[in-house]
Protein backbone atom coordinates (compact mmCIF):
# COMPACT_ATOMS: atom_id res chain seq x y z
CA UNK A 1 0.00 0.00 0.00
CA UNK A 2 1.07 3.40 0.19
CA UNK A 3 3.25 5.14 2.44
CA UNK A 4 3.52 8.83 3.17
CA UNK A 5 6.25 10.54 4.85
CA UNK A 6 6.49 14.22 6.23
CA UNK A 7 8.89 16.36 7.23
CA UNK A 8 9.71 17.91 9.32
CA UNK A 9 7.56 17.15 12.34
CA UNK A 10 7.59 20.39 13.85
CA UNK A 11 8.77 23.90 12.03
CA UNK A 12 9.16 27.60 13.98
CA UNK A 13 9.59 30.57 11.38
CA UNK A 14 9.32 34.08 12.52
CA UNK A 15 6.12 35.80 11.03
CA UNK A 16 6.51 37.13 7.59
CA UNK A 17 9.35 34.67 6.64
CA UNK A 18 8.21 31.46 4.14
CA UNK A 19 7.93 27.79 5.68
CA UNK A 20 8.37 24.69 3.43
CA UNK A 21 6.80 21.41 4.33
CA UNK A 22 7.96 18.27 2.50
CA UNK A 23 6.01 14.83 1.34
CA UNK A 24 7.52 11.91 -0.12
CA UNK A 25 5.03 8.93 -1.14
CA UNK A 26 5.75 5.28 -2.84
CA UNK A 27 3.07 4.33 -4.82
CA UNK A 28 3.54 5.54 -8.50
CA UNK A 29 -0.31 5.21 -8.85
CA UNK A 30 -0.87 7.77 -6.50
CA UNK A 31 -2.24 10.92 -8.47
CA UNK A 32 -3.89 13.02 -6.34
CA UNK A 33 -2.23 15.46 -3.54
CA UNK A 34 -3.90 16.96 -1.21
CA UNK A 35 -2.57 19.32 1.86
CA UNK A 36 -4.81 20.15 4.85
CA UNK A 37 -4.38 22.28 7.75
CA UNK A 38 -5.75 21.11 11.17
CA UNK A 39 -6.66 23.80 14.29
CA UNK A 40 -6.89 22.35 17.57
CA UNK A 41 -10.38 20.70 18.36
CA UNK A 42 -11.53 21.02 14.67
CA UNK A 43 -11.45 18.62 11.51
CA UNK A 44 -8.59 18.81 8.55
CA UNK A 45 -9.80 21.30 5.97
CA UNK A 46 -8.28 21.40 2.41
CA UNK A 47 -5.91 24.39 1.51
CA UNK A 48 -4.50 23.39 -1.78
CA UNK A 49 -4.28 20.19 -3.88
CA UNK A 50 -2.58 18.81 -6.79
CA UNK A 51 -3.49 16.52 -9.63
CA UNK A 52 -0.77 14.10 -11.11
CA UNK A 53 -0.90 15.95 -14.43
CA UNK A 54 0.46 19.51 -13.14
CA UNK A 55 3.64 20.69 -11.62
CA UNK A 56 2.91 23.51 -9.22
CA UNK A 57 -0.21 25.29 -8.29
CA UNK A 58 -0.59 28.57 -6.14
CA UNK A 59 -3.44 30.29 -4.29
CA UNK A 60 -2.93 33.49 -3.14
CA UNK A 61 0.14 32.41 -0.07
CA UNK A 62 0.19 29.11 -0.94
CA UNK A 63 2.11 26.92 -2.95
CA UNK A 64 2.30 23.19 -3.66
CA UNK A 65 5.17 21.54 -5.89
CA UNK A 66 4.88 18.09 -8.17
CA UNK A 67 7.80 15.85 -9.05
CA UNK A 68 6.04 12.91 -9.94
CA UNK A 69 9.94 11.20 -11.31
CA UNK A 70 11.31 11.65 -7.48
CA UNK A 71 7.68 10.83 -5.95
CA UNK A 72 8.30 14.12 -4.25
CA UNK A 73 5.42 17.17 -3.75
CA UNK A 74 6.10 20.30 -1.40
CA UNK A 75 3.70 22.95 0.37
CA UNK A 76 5.24 26.29 0.31
CA UNK A 77 3.49 29.14 2.06
CA UNK A 78 4.70 32.78 1.78
CA UNK A 79 4.13 35.89 4.17
CA UNK A 80 3.40 33.78 7.03
CA UNK A 81 0.94 35.30 9.39
CA UNK A 82 0.06 34.31 13.09
CA UNK A 83 -3.40 32.53 11.87
CA UNK A 84 -1.24 29.72 9.91
CA UNK A 85 0.28 27.92 13.31
CA UNK A 86 -1.71 25.00 12.95
CA UNK A 87 -0.93 21.22 12.07
CA UNK A 88 -0.41 20.47 8.36
CA UNK A 89 -0.83 17.22 6.71
CA UNK A 90 -0.23 15.83 3.14
CA UNK A 91 -1.55 13.45 1.49
CA UNK A 92 -1.77 10.81 -1.30
CA UNK A 93 -4.50 9.18 -3.18
CA UNK A 94 -4.75 6.71 -6.18
CA UNK A 95 -8.21 7.39 -6.66
CA UNK A 96 -7.97 11.20 -7.88
CA UNK A 97 -9.44 11.24 -4.37
CA UNK A 98 -12.60 9.47 -4.64
CA UNK A 99 -10.60 6.41 -2.73
CA UNK A 100 -9.53 7.04 0.67
CA UNK A 101 -6.19 9.31 1.31
CA UNK A 102 -3.14 8.16 3.24
CA UNK A 103 -1.99 10.83 4.97
CA UNK A 104 1.72 11.81 6.41
CA UNK A 105 2.16 11.99 10.56
CA UNK A 106 1.89 16.16 10.20
CA UNK A 107 3.86 19.23 10.81
CA UNK A 108 3.06 21.48 13.41
CA UNK A 109 4.01 24.96 12.08
CA UNK A 110 4.26 27.39 14.65
CA UNK A 111 4.90 31.33 13.78
CA UNK A 112 6.91 33.13 15.75
CA UNK A 113 5.51 37.12 16.26
CA UNK B 1 -25.21 23.41 4.34
CA UNK B 2 -24.18 22.68 7.21
CA UNK B 3 -21.30 20.50 6.78
CA UNK B 4 -20.23 16.93 7.82
CA UNK B 5 -21.96 16.43 11.14
CA UNK B 6 -20.88 14.09 13.41
CA UNK B 7 -22.22 12.58 17.31
CA UNK B 8 -21.99 12.75 19.44
CA UNK B 9 -18.83 15.31 19.60
CA UNK B 10 -17.18 13.40 23.04
CA UNK B 11 -17.72 9.59 24.37
CA UNK B 12 -16.68 8.53 27.43
CA UNK B 13 -16.74 4.86 28.00
CA UNK B 14 -15.52 1.86 29.75
CA UNK B 15 -13.91 -1.32 28.21
CA UNK B 16 -16.19 -3.73 26.99
CA UNK B 17 -19.08 -1.41 26.13
CA UNK B 18 -20.71 -0.84 22.70
CA UNK B 19 -19.92 2.54 21.37
CA UNK B 20 -21.77 3.71 18.42
CA UNK B 21 -20.57 6.71 16.31
CA UNK B 22 -23.03 8.91 14.18
CA UNK B 23 -21.97 10.84 10.94
CA UNK B 24 -24.32 12.55 8.73
CA UNK B 25 -22.44 13.63 5.19
CA UNK B 26 -23.35 16.72 3.42
CA UNK B 27 -26.07 16.57 0.98
CA UNK B 28 -25.39 15.17 -2.64
CA UNK B 29 -22.14 14.18 -1.70
CA UNK B 30 -21.56 10.18 -2.90
CA UNK B 31 -18.48 9.58 -0.53
CA UNK B 32 -18.43 8.74 2.74
CA UNK B 33 -15.14 8.04 4.46
CA UNK B 34 -14.34 7.35 8.13
CA UNK B 35 -10.62 8.22 9.67
CA UNK B 36 -9.24 7.84 13.12
CA UNK B 37 -6.36 10.10 14.20
CA UNK B 38 -3.89 8.91 17.21
CA UNK B 39 -0.95 10.39 18.13
CA UNK B 40 1.17 7.30 17.42
CA UNK B 41 -0.82 6.02 13.76
CA UNK B 42 -1.76 9.91 12.89
CA UNK B 43 -5.07 10.16 10.42
CA UNK B 44 -5.95 6.43 9.12
CA UNK B 45 -8.85 5.44 6.62
CA UNK B 46 -10.43 2.83 8.59
CA UNK B 47 -13.98 2.49 5.92
CA UNK B 48 -15.78 4.19 2.93
CA UNK B 49 -18.50 4.03 1.13
CA UNK B 50 -20.10 5.03 -2.79
CA UNK B 51 -23.52 5.54 -2.79
CA UNK B 52 -24.13 3.72 0.57
CA UNK B 53 -21.96 0.44 -0.25
CA UNK B 54 -19.09 -0.04 1.57
CA UNK B 55 -16.03 -0.23 -1.12
CA UNK B 56 -12.68 -0.96 1.14
CA UNK B 57 -12.88 -1.91 4.52
CA UNK B 58 -9.34 -3.00 4.65
CA UNK B 59 -8.33 0.09 7.29
CA UNK B 60 -11.11 -1.63 10.21
CA UNK B 61 -8.61 -3.18 12.80
CA UNK B 62 -10.68 -5.96 13.83
CA UNK B 63 -13.99 -7.67 13.90
CA UNK B 64 -14.79 -5.31 16.90
CA UNK B 65 -15.65 -2.10 14.08
CA UNK B 66 -18.06 -2.58 11.69
CA UNK B 67 -19.69 0.79 9.83
CA UNK B 68 -23.09 0.65 8.31
CA UNK B 69 -24.60 3.03 5.90
CA UNK B 70 -28.37 2.51 5.57
CA UNK B 71 -29.35 5.57 3.34
CA UNK B 72 -27.37 8.45 1.66
CA UNK B 73 -27.43 10.61 4.54
CA UNK B 74 -26.51 8.68 7.69
CA UNK B 75 -23.51 6.26 8.39
CA UNK B 76 -22.49 4.92 11.89
CA UNK B 77 -19.35 3.12 12.88
CA UNK B 78 -19.87 0.50 16.07
CA UNK B 79 -17.07 -0.71 18.35
CA UNK B 80 -18.34 -4.04 19.82
CA UNK B 81 -16.69 -4.53 22.74
CA UNK B 82 -14.44 -1.33 23.56
CA UNK B 83 -11.11 -1.48 24.44
CA UNK B 84 -8.52 1.34 26.02
CA UNK B 85 -6.65 1.37 22.87
CA UNK B 86 -9.77 1.88 20.48
CA UNK B 87 -9.28 5.63 22.29
CA UNK B 88 -9.07 8.40 19.36
CA UNK B 89 -10.44 11.28 17.47
CA UNK B 90 -12.93 9.51 15.04
CA UNK B 91 -13.19 11.73 11.43
CA UNK B 92 -16.22 11.41 8.96
CA UNK B 93 -15.65 12.81 5.68
CA UNK B 94 -17.59 13.29 2.48
CA UNK B 95 -17.29 14.19 -1.04
CA UNK B 96 -18.47 14.36 -4.48
CA UNK B 97 -17.00 11.70 -5.64
CA UNK B 98 -15.10 10.40 -8.73
CA UNK B 99 -16.39 12.24 -11.54
CA UNK B 100 -16.50 15.57 -10.08
CA UNK B 101 -13.96 18.29 -11.17
CA UNK B 102 -13.35 19.14 -7.63
CA UNK B 103 -12.76 15.97 -5.43
CA UNK B 104 -12.28 17.57 -1.91
CA UNK B 105 -12.69 15.76 1.28
CA UNK B 106 -14.66 17.69 3.43
CA UNK B 107 -14.12 16.85 7.42
CA UNK B 108 -16.68 16.53 10.06
CA UNK B 109 -15.45 17.91 13.70
CA UNK B 110 -15.09 14.45 14.79
CA UNK B 111 -15.85 12.57 18.13
CA UNK B 112 -13.54 11.87 20.66
CA UNK B 113 -13.50 8.80 22.18
CA UNK B 114 -12.09 7.54 25.88
CA UNK B 115 -12.24 3.94 26.90
CA UNK B 116 -11.18 3.37 30.56
Not at chain 1, 73 to 94: G, K, N, R
Request: proline letters at 6%; one cysteine or more.
Amino acid sequence: GENVEQHPSTLSVQEGDSAVIKCTYSDSASNYFPWYKQELGKGPQLIIDIRSNVGEKKDQRIAVTLNKTAKHFSLHITETQPEDSAVYFCAASAGGGADGLTFGKGTHLIIQP
Amino acid sequence: DAGVIQSPRHEVTEMGQEVTLRCKPISGHDYLFWYRQTMMRGLELLIYFNNNVPIDDSGMPEDRFSAKMPNASFSTLKIQPSEPRDSAVYFCASSLGFLAAYNEQFFGPGTRLTVL
